[in-house]
């Protein structure tokens, strides 16, 4: 194995670093062909490398690990609350409505199409939009229930 030598001052590279600004782009290992370097490495390292990390606090801290990690738990309650729950209940209510439809609501769906309910299926439904007038609907397609006598 080669040498390793940490330094900036090696005479037989001073053409490299007048050439390359960066200290550490310049160490190239010298190697015969096809055998392992036996020759020494010159490996240059900026002083932001070289400069030793502050010692980590030992035994890791489970109070601070809990305060680092409560933002992140704190949004995820407020997105709950503000986001997931209403359209929870938003869900809720709608497939209840569904189930509740029966023969003769006036109904709005989501094409904005209004009328009367003429037959119900399990997933489809029948709207009578004049007299003589029948479209077959998903059930899911109905929006709102609007009061009897809103349609003429």
Known sequence: ??????????????PCLARIQSAFACARPRFAAGHPPTEELLVFISSAFAQSAPAAAGGGDIGSSLMSMLPLLLMFVV????????????????KAMIDALAKGDEVATVGGLLGKISRIGDTTLGLELATGVEVNLQRSAVVQVLPKGTIK
């Open 79 to 94: 997105l709950y609350f503000v986001m997931i729950r209403p359209q929870m209940k938003r869900q809720k209510e709608h």
């Open 1 to 14: 194995m080669g040498r390793l030598f940490l330094g900036l001052f090696d005479p037989h590279r001073a």
